[in-house]
């Protein structure tokens, strides 16, 4: 029994010893075969240029490309101290990744803005389950003009393609005292949240994300007004299902006060749905390929839209729908609400664009939406175009038509367009439709 005991600690004392080697031949193979950071597409891609490899840690160096819209990709180098040893967590390696900029003007110009001691430092560590838990922090910023509390960082990914991200900040102020801002010019945010996350498929394509913005509170001051915004947050979220692609943008405040207008509980989510993926993936192919061109100087304006042009009815072959699902926000006067979709059947769209196709297009689209508004709302809206006391005048036609009614001081209709007859709250108005197109 002791033999076996003493020879079962041999071989842990072995592993752990043996741990910190292995772990450096695989760090050399990992870092080796990074390539574009999930969910970045191109944009973000890394090069290892050297790797020292030791015992309990080694040392690299890379280059990080970062590829701007139009522009020469831009090489920021970043140096890595990796740290072979296991942790209790089941780490296997941690990776001190740091950015210290070798070129002395753009070294002076950082610790200008962020302070001599500065210090870029990712810490990331790795798991053999092939995922990777990152924590970093943007340093803060305190000069003339400029009040930023520094953010923190959070990336995770997993080997199966999924990424989550995460930057948090408490607050930004810039005042004209700060190099470019215009005079009695002042902006202030607070509580900034950043998030997003997703999968990256088997083609390199992110089909399945959300994210989300969130701001506390913002308030901007300019030479002719004020306006401010309390938890304003941004939403977007896509999947992808078979062939269909569908994506949506949400937008919500809770209260906001702009250009002398107030308003609360706003909200608005902007929906695409059965878009076809494979034209959604040519076009976001050939438009890489033409921003990679324009970084060269060539004028892509042209390509750009010949590319919208041949992709289009692929594009629409799977019978789309675009929808406000709603536009909504309460105001002194009450709530207003509108929601409004568009339906394209499958099929309708079929070869190069032409004025047949566009005419097949519109008889064949189905409109469906609602308005609710206060009276007093479009009221003031008319007084302050000098047309006070005009808008239920001016609204009569329209009710005696039965294309919209006024209930309870508030102006309400529907809208159904379909099979070229349009309906106004129920009613046809065909008429409509006759004296725009000339009928």
């Known amino acids: 029994m002791k033999r076996l005991i003493l020879a079962v600690v041999v071989v842990l004392a072995a592993a752990v010893a043996a741990a910190p080697f292995v772990t450096g031949h695989v760090m050399e193979r990992t870092l080796a075969e990074v390539e574009h950071f999930p969910g970045t597409r191109e944009a973000l891609s890394l090069e290892v240029s050297d790797y020292q490899r030791g015992y309990l840690e080694s040392y690299a160096e890379s280059e990080l490309l970062l590829q701007l819209p139009e522009q020469e990709p831009l090489p920021i180098t970043l140096t890595h101290r990796i740290d072979q040893l296991p942790g209790l967590d089941g780490r296997y390696a941690t990776v001190h990744t740091r950015w210290e900029p070798q070129d002395p003007v753009l070294r002076g110009k950082l610790a200008e803005v962020f302070g001599e001691d500065a210090d870029f430092t990712l810490t990331t560590a790795l798991y053999p389950t092939g995922g990777t838990h990152s924590t970093g922090r943007v340093p803060m910023i305190d000069r003339d003009g400029v009040d930023f509390s520094g953010a923190d960082l959070r990336l ?187 339906e394209l059947p499958s099929g309708v769209v079929d070869g190069e664009p032409n004025p047949m196709m566009w005419m097949a297009l519109l008889s064949a689209v189905v409109v469906e939406g609602s308005l609710e508004m206060p009276l007093a709302l479009l009221e003031k809206q008319a007084a302050a175009q000098g047309q006070s006391g005009q808008v239920e005048e001016q609204l009569a036609p329209l009710v005696a038509q039965g294309w919209i009614a006024i209930e309870d001081e508030v102006v309400k209709t529907t809208v159904d367009f379909r099979q070229g007859n349009l309906k106004l709250n129920g009613t046809s108005a065909n008429q409509l439709l006759n004296m725009a197109f000339g009928g």
């Not at 810039?174 to 950043?194: F, I, K, P």
């Not at 990256?200 to 030479?223: H, K, T």
Request: zero cysteines.
């Open 156 to 342: 995770e990914t997993s080997a199966d393609g999924g990424f989550d991200y995460r930057i948090e900040s408490d607050r930004l102020a810039v005042d004209d005292q700060a190099e470019g801002v215009e005079a009695g010019t002042r902006m202030s945010s607070e509580g900034l949240r950043l998030a997003a996350s997703g999968q990256v498929a088997d083609d390199g394509f992110v089909w399945n994300s959300e994210g989300r913005i969130d701001i506390g509170q913002m308030e901007i001051v300019e030479p002719n007004g004020t306006g401010s915004i309390e938890d304003l947050t941004i939403g977007f979220d896509s999947s992808r299902e078979g062939e269909l692609f569908r994506f949506a943008v949400d937008y919500r405040v809770g209260r906001a006060h702009l250009e002398g207008e107030s308003f609360r509980d706003a909200r608005m989510r902007l929906a695409v749905d059965r878009l076809d993926a494979e034209a959604v993936r040519a076009i976001a192919e050939r438009s890489e390929e033409l921003q990679k061109l324009a970084a060269r100087g060539a004028d892509v304006e042209q390509a750009v839209g010949q590319v919208m042009r041949e992709e289009l009815p692929a594009l629409l072959s799977q019978g789309p729908r675009i929808a406000i699902e709603p536009l909504a926000a309460t105001t002194a006067e009450g709530d207003t609400e509108m929601t409004l979709s568009l």
